[in-house]
């Protein structure tokens, strides 16, 4: 089993630098059951950090997961896996945040989230349909009230680190403003076609460690797109390597320090990913990287509106895309 290598995060709290993520938007997860059983294969092939979030619907069955597989005795405690779970957009209020929190912990079955993320900085109406936004739907997201709760989860012990997830560098500027407790991460889109520099950059000198959402570009999905799995520059060299174009784009991502978090539900291709630490690129093949154009793959259109908080993209991202 492929033993996955831990960082300290700013918290001093360790996390295994490679997560398995759980997101199938737009289509809904696995049954409960047949979700269970998958993450259980995944704590047995050697997965202990799970990425989830209040609005993909996974969180009762990474908890049930994590019960059975100290049943079985896969894991000797619950303090074996890293958990990270995320507030809904909806949940985007100081009064909100806690109470938020308190509901994943109900549906995880557990005491404490290792990693709360802030999910997006986006506050949107209970009523609205997530897919089919209007103007109307979008409240004021106010960054500092939302951080104060999410500083209440850390001092509470409900979640052992806190962080933010989508926020640009000057975004995450101002909320180290003002935050008492630094997030401890940033998790971003990344990958070979979205690199992400002068964030990975950023965050290296604030102490706040980079995830990776989307690393091997979803695959196509309304949240990615195909430039990282039918690259050439990636077949070029996974062949040369005999791995697989995932193996090389994931172990390009932890090369750069940064953790990705990766959704497969496959048992082959969950042991696959985790085969990333035991080899390295060579310098001409992280130069051959670096030509690979770069596109973002999913740029928030759904946040957008002439008169919401943002009215554009460049407002929402800062300029950074």
Not at 242 to 255: D, G, P, Y
């Amino acid at each position: 089993m492929e033993k996955v290598p831990e960082i300290v995060l700013n918290s001093g709290h360790k996390m295994p630098t490679l997560g398995l993520g759980t997101a199938t938007i737009p289509l809904p997860p696995p049954p409960p059951d047949q979700l269970t059983s998958i993450l259980i294969d995944a704590i047995s092939a050697g997965n202990r950090h799970f990425d989830t979030a209040a609005v993909y619907g996974t969180e009762e069955s990474i908890g049930r997961a994590v019960a059975e597989a100290v049943e079985r005795g896969l894991i000797k405690n619950r303090d074996e896996v890293f958990i990270t779970s995320k507030l809904h957009m909806k949940d985007n209020h100081r009064d909100l945040v806690l109470p938020a929190l308190k509901e994943t912990l109900g549906k995880l079955g557990l005491d404490y989230v290792d990693l709360y993320l802030v999910h997006w900085p986006v506050w949107v109406k209970q009523s609205a349909n997530l897919f089919k936004m209007s103007g109307e739907d979008l409240l004021h997201f106010d960054i500092k009230g939302v951080w104060e709760g999410m500083e209440e989860c850390s001092k509470l012990g409900l979640a052992k680190s806190i962080g933010v997830s989508n926020l640009s560098c000057a975004k995450l500027s101002k909320l180290l403003e003002y935050a008492t407790i630094p997030p401890a991460v940033n998790q971003v889109e990344m990958n070979v076609a979205w690199r992400q520099v002068n964030m990975l950059e950023f965050c290296k000198e604030k102490n706040i460690h980079v995830c990776g959402w989307s690393p091997l570009g979803a695959n196509g999905g309304i949240l990615g797109s195909l430039a990282v799995m039918e690259s050439p520059i990636l077949k070029e060299i996974a062949a040369a390597k005999n791995k697989s174009i995932a193996q090389v784009a994931l172990r390009w991502i932890h090369e750069q320090g940064a953790s990705p978090i990766v959704k497969s539900f496959s048992k082959e291709r969950m042991k696959e990913n985790l085969e990333i630490f035991d080899w390295e690129l060579t310098e001409e093949d992280v130069c051959k990287i670096q030509t690979i154009p770069q596109a973002k793959g999913f740029k928030g259109q759904i946040f957008i509106f002439p008169d919401g908080q943002y009215k554009s993209l460049q407002e929402f991202w800062d300029g950074e895309i």
